[in-house]
């Protein structure tokens, strides 16, 4: 079945730029959402179709979605930003969801 | 505003059926979307369970698919899962989840149900 694959952590300084890559096979050719999940809260949407963004999710985030990667940048990072973060894709070929399995945002 | 709440058992025992519904208000699952469930054992990564669409329609996680009924109550405005013969490695939080289309994001989330299965 389809695989996502997502560094366990990426760590940042407060006011840099995160970048959280997200692996998968041709994954440019698939609608990539990303999520944010602090803890004992339910994940929220923070990017839909690639780069996205729902309404009250500040300008800070944005993606991208090329090739085997999709990326979810975050500028200017804050220490609010601290949490998992988690891609997701449909498998066209099992009609079926699938997530990655997460990365740890660290604000240092 | 919409908003989705999960309820269930708390605690299940191994084989047994685990029963789950989320009580969706502020829209009406008549009116569209897909309904969905995940679930996250502790300290691990989201995993998803299936999708169902309120004319019956239903996408199910290829590995869970033989346990799994969902349905939909449109009177109660509200989905339900099933899950039988259950093991230790169901316990997870549950949470429900709205999403446009079953390709699509799930852009509400309840705030998630703790399910415990243990003898």
């Known amino acids: 079945s389809y695989v996502l694959t997502q560094p366990p952590s990426v760590s940042v300084a407060p006011g840099k730029t995160a970048k959280i890559s997200c692996g998968g096979d041709t994954i440019g050719g698939k609608a990539v959402q990303w999520y944010q999940q602090k803890p004992g809260q339910a994940p929220a949407l923070v990017i839909s179709f690639d780069s996205d963004r729902p309404s009250g999710i500040p300008e800070r985030f944005s993606g991208s979605n090329s090739g085997n990667t999709a990326t979810l940048t975050i500028s200017r990072v804050e220490v609010g930003d601290e949490a998992d973060y988690y891609c997701q894709v449909w498998d066209t070929v099992k009609d079926h969801v699938v997530f990655g399995g997460g990365t740890k945002l660290t604000v240092l | 505003q919409v908003h989705l709440q999960e309820s269930g058992p708390g605690l299940v025992k191994p084989s047994e059926t685990l029963s789950l519904t989320c009580n969706v208000s502020g829209y009406s699952i008549t009116s569209g979307y897909y309904w969905g469930w995940i679930r996250q054992p502790p300290g691990k990564g989201l995993e998803w369970i299936g999708s169902i669409h309120h004319s019956g329609t239903t996408y199910h996680n290829p590995s869970l698919k033989s346990r799994l009924t969902g349905s939909v109550d449109t009177s109660k405005n509200q989905f339900s899962l099933k899950m039988t013969f259950v093991t230790a490695a169901d316990t997870a939080v549950y949470f429900c989840?709205?999403?446009?289309?079953?390709?699509?994001?799930?852009?509400?989330w309840g705030q998630g149900a703790l399910v415990t299965v243990s003898s």
């Open positions: 989840a709205r999403s446009m289309a079953a390709v699509s994001a799930f852009d509400y």
